[in-house]
Each structure stands twice: as structure tokens, then as C-alpha cells.
């Protein structure tokens, strides 16, 4: 028997272990303090009442010998499928109905899906990323090779045509930096894609964020994206499923490679690998697409947009430099006086009693950059900016 030895590359869950054994030696050190997290990539707001009442409405109708289901479909139930195409309809986005899979969230989706791709594929992710990209293709022994984000990119890289790439990870809204493609850069992308044969996994987690109107919140707004790209969303940060677990996938008919159609294939590895996302869960996520639910959960978007707002004019009030925060619950900030990552944490945490994450934990560009979140209550957020002003 011989292990994956690739799990011996992957490098240790370093980022949010060090911030919790930092935090947690502070507190025991300071029994009394009031530590802020400004630091958690979690929702705080609860689920939105039609959401609730889906819930309840379904449970009760598993309590029937009626209304009782086992298994369902693979793919998700027809209803929820159904709901999803009408929310990309209203942007002009057709979808077929075996376009679209009900999954339990991104996070499973953006590790299996490599599943149905060669292992000999490079794969190109930017730096700083979601760390899931990352460690599932080390996980898998592919070929890595990463496009910086900085500055003088807005932290948006663009596809460089000297370099090869097969499977490329986007992420926007971006998770860390806030940052969102433009339709133009998009296009780059899918252009790059679709002349190398290359297949874009967009990760559209945070769209529901976007709030101006001529930035893209799907791949598919751009012309050329159903032949090289899968869209990966989820309803956690959309409609507060971070514990309630519901997202889904497209896969255009039109991407094949080889003449085979990926998203048959995805369905084939769904089917051996997955028994789909209950029910009851379905239901819930099915009344996030309905008018009620829209308006709810965009009021909790709208909240912690605020709350970035409020953020955001706290760092302005002191000149540090910061992205994001106006169309992504992220706010990204050059660590002051060109501090390190782990030293302004320290600085923060000792000093302010409030935790933020270290850029360089999201890779080598994170360096001598932070992560905020609007994830919290107002309280604690008008709080810890009032903090911030000693800074
Ligand atoms: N993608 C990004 C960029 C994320 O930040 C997260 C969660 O923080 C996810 C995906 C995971 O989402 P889910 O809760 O649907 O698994």
C-alpha cells in the first residue's frame, strides 16, 4: 500500500491555525480584553424568514407518507434547476436544463471537478488565491504555475500568451483582494482560453456583490465563454448557506474537449461520487430565487456592503491604502509603512484587540497586505473602526 505522497507537498493549514493560536494567546494573557474579528470569511446575518419557511414546509412534507423523498436526482431537483435558469434569464443568459447541477457549495465542486481533467494539465491560478485551488491540484500532483496580482494589475492579472496553461482558476469578486474583472479582461481570459484549449473555472461565489451594473457578475456575459468555461456558485455569502450548504454548477453544453461533453462527464462523476443535496435543502434554496427571498437576502448583502462602506472610510480617514470593499465583502489594505503581513496582525491584535488575516497567508503577493471582511455586526464594526483611529 503506498499513500498519495502529494499530500507531503501540500504545506501545512499555516493561515487561520496561526491566527487562532495567536488570538487565543492573547486572550489568555488578557483574560478581559474585547477582541473584534474583522477577520472571518463567515456570515453573521440569519437565514432570511422564506428561506426558513421553505424549511419548515418542507420538513413537514417529508413527514408525510405523501410527501416523504429519498434519493434524488444527481444533477439537483427540476425546481431548484428550474429557479437558477431564471435567475441568469433575467440577465439575458439562457441555460438548458442539464446545464446546471444543485451541489452542496463551491468549496467541494472547485476540488472535485478537477476529477474529469488529465493530470498531466498545468494549471494556473493567480497569487494571492483561495487556498482550495491551490492545495486540491498539489493534492493531485498537477503542474502549478500562478499569475501575480499587485498593484500595478489592480490585483486583476490577464492571461499572458507566452505562458501555456490548461485549467485556469478565476475568482470574481475576489477572494482575497475584492477585486472584480471588467467584461474586457474577462474576454482576454475566455480568448485565451478558447485559442489553447484551455477550460476557465470561474468562481462566481461572491457575485451577488457585485452592485455595479456594467461589471460582469457571470462568465457568461462574455461572448466565447461556453466553449472554454465552468461556472462554480453557491448560496453561502449570496443567501447566509455557509452552514446550510447549497450552490450549483454550469456546465455549457457546448464545452466539449476530445468530442466529449464535460458536463456529461461531470454528471458521470456526480452520479458514482455524490447522492446529491437533500431535499429540504433544495427547497430553502429554491426560495432564495423567489421575488421575497431576492429582497431579503439582498438587504443582508446591502448591510454588509454598508458595513465595508463604513470600514472603508475609516482607512481613508487614516491614508492607508486599500481595494475592494464596494463590490465584494472584502477589503484588501497595504499594511501601513510597508509593515509585513504577520507584524501589522500583531500590531492590530495587540494594540487594538482586533483580528484581520494576514495577506501572505493567500500566497507570496499577499505579502505586506491584510484582509478585512464586512462579515460582522454594525456594533462591531463601528467599534473597531473607532479602535482604528488610534492606529
Ligand atoms: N469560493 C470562494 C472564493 C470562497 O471564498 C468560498 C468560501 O469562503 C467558497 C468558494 C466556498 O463556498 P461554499 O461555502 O459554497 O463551499
Given at each position: 500500500?503506498?499513500?498519495?505522497?502529494?499530500y507531503k507537498n501540500l504545506q501545512e493549514n499555516y493561515l487561520?491555525?496561526?491566527?487562532?493560536?495567536?488570538?487565543?494567546?492573547?486572550?489568555?494573557?488578557?483574560?478581559?480584553?474585547?477582541?473584534?474579528?474583522?477577520?472571518?470569511?463567515?456570515?453573521?446575518?440569519?437565514?432570511?424568514?422564506?428561506v426558513v419557511s421553505a424549511l419548515k414546509a418542507a420538513s413537514?412534507?417529508?413527514?408525510?407518507?405523501?410527501?416523504?423523498?429519498?434519493?434524488?436526482?444527481?444533477?439537483?431537483?427540476?425546481?431548484?434547476?428550474?429557479?437558477?435558469?431564471?435567475?441568469?434569464?433575467?440577465?439575458?443568459?439562457?441555460?438548458?436544463?442539464?446545464?446546471?447541477?444543485?451541489?452542496?457549495?463551491?468549496?467541494?465542486?472547485?476540488?472535485?471537478?478537477?476529477?474529469?481533467?488529465?493530470?498531466?494539465?498545468?494549471?494556473?491560478?493567480?497569487?494571492?488565491?483561495?487556498?482550495?485551488?491551490?492545495?486540491?491540484?498539489?493534492?493531485?500532483?498537477?503542474?502549478?504555475?500562478?499569475?501575480?496580482?499587485?498593484?500595478?494589475?489592480?490585483?486583476?492579472?490577464?492571461?499572458?500568451?507566452?505562458?501555456?496553461?490548461?485549467?485556469?482558476?478565476?475568482?470574481?469578486?475576489?477572494?482575497?483582494?475584492?477585486?472584480?474583472?471588467?467584461?474586457?479582461?474577462?474576454?482576454?481570459?475566455?480568448?485565451?482560453?478558447?485559442?489553447?484549449?484551455?477550460?476557465?473555472?470561474?468562481?462566481?461565489?461572491?457575485?451577488?456583490?457585485?452592485?455595479?451594473?456594467?461589471?460582469?457578475?457571470?462568465?457568461?456575459?462574455?461572448?466565447?465563454?461556453?466553449?472554454?468555461?465552468?461556472?462554480?456558485?453557491?448560496?453561502?455569502?449570496?443567501?447566509?448557506?455557509?452552514?446550510?450548504?447549497?450552490?450549483?454548477?454550469?456546465?455549457?453544453?457546448?464545452?466539449?474537449?476530445?468530442?466529449?461533453?464535460?458536463?456529461?462527464?461531470?454528471?458521470?462523476?456526480?452520479?458514482?461520487?455524490?447522492?446529491?443535496?437533500?431535499?429540504?435543502?433544495?427547497?430553502?434554496?429554491?426560495?432564495?430565487?423567489?421575488?421575497?427571498?431576492?429582497?431579503?437576502?439582498?438587504?443582508?448583502?446591502?448591510?454588509?456592503?454598508?458595513?465595508?462602506?463604513?470600514?472603508?472610510?475609516?482607512?481613508?480617514?487614516?491614508?492607508?491604502?486599500?481595494?475592494?470593499?464596494?463590490?465584494?465583502?472584502?477589503?484588501?489594505?497595504?499594511?501601513?509603512?510597508?509593515?509585513?503581513?504577520?507584524?501589522?496582525?500583531?500590531?492590530?491584535?495587540?494594540?487594538l484587540q482586533i483580528v484581520g488575516t494576514p495577506g501572505s497567508?493567500?500566497?507570496?503577493?499577499?505579502?505586506?497586505?491584510?484582509?478585512?471582511?464586512?462579515?460582522?455586526?454594525?456594533?462591531?464594526?463601528?467599534?473597531?473602526?473607532?479602535?482604528?483611529?488610534?492606529?
Open positions: 500500500m503506498n499513500i498519495n505522497k502529494n487561520f491555525a496561526e491566527v487562532s493560536s495567536r488570538v487565543a494567546g492573547y486572550k489568555a494573557a488578557h483574560p478581559e480584553a474585547d477582541v473584534i474579528s474583522l477577520g472571518i470569511g463567515d456570515v453573521t446575518k440569519p437565514l432570511a424568514p422564506s413537514d412534507e417529508m413527514a408525510s407518507e405523501k410527501g416523504f423523498r429519498g434519493y434524488g436526482p444527481y444533477e439537483g431537483y427540476g425546481f431548484l434547476i428550474d429557479a437558477v435558469r431564471g435567475y441568469y434569464a433575467e440577465r439575458g443568459i439562457t441555460l438548458g436544463k442539464d446545464e446546471v447541477f444543485v451541489s452542496d457549495g463551491a468549496k467541494n465542486e472547485l476540488g472535485s471537478v478537477i476529477d474529469i481533467f488529465d493530470k498531466d494539465n498545468t494549471v494556473l491560478i493567480t497569487d494571492p488565491v483561495y487556498p482550495v485551488y491551490l492545495d486540491s491540484n498539489v493534492m493531485s500532483g498537477r503542474k502549478i504555475i500562478y499569475a501575480a496580482a499587485s498593484e500595478a494589475n489592480n490585483f486583476l492579472p490577464l492571461p499572458d500568451r507566452k505562458v501555456k496553461s490548461d485549467i485556469i482558476y478565476l475568482c470574481s469578486p475576489n477572494n482575497p483582494t475584492g477585486a472584480v474583472y471588467t467584461k474586457e479582461m474577462l474576454g482576454a481570459w475566455v480568448d485565451y482560453a478558447n485559442e489553447n484549449d484551455a477550460v476557465i473555472l470561474y468562481d462566481a461565489a461572491y457575485e451577488a456583490f457585485v452592485t455595479d451594473k456594467s461589471l460582469p457578475r457571470s462568465i457568461y456575459e462574455i461572448d466565447g465563454a461556453r466553449t472554454c468555461a465552468i461556472e462554480l456558485c453557491s448560496l453561502s455569502k449570496t443567501a447566509g448557506f455557509t452552514g446550510t450548504r447549497c450552490g450549483y454548477t454550469v456546465f455549457p453544453s457546448a464545452l466539449k474537449r476530445e468530442g466529449v461533453t464535460l458536463g456529461k462527464m461531470w454528471l458521470r462523476n456526480r452520479s458514482t461520487k455524490f447522492n446529491g443535496v437533500s431535499y429540504i435543502i433544495q427547497r430553502a434554496a429554491e426560495a432564495v430565487f423567489t421575488p421575497a427571498g431576492r429582497r431579503e437576502s439582498q438587504a443582508d448583502i446591502s448591510y454588509y456592503l454598508d458595513n465595508a462602506r463604513i470600514i472603508m472610510t475609516a482607512l481613508s480617514g487614516l491614508n492607508v491604502k486599500y481595494w475592494g470593499g464596494i463590490n465584494a465583502p472584502y477589503i484588501w489594505l497595504k499594511c501601513p509603512g510597508g509593515e509585513s503581513s504577520w507584524s501589522f496582525f500583531d500590531r492590530l491584535l495587540n494594540g497567508g493567500f500566497g507570496k503577493c499577499g505579502e505586506g497586505y491584510f484582509r478585512l471582511t464586512a462579515f460582522g455586526t454594525r456594533e462591531r464594526v463601528a467599534e473597531a473602526c473607532q479602535r482604528l483611529k488610534k492606529l
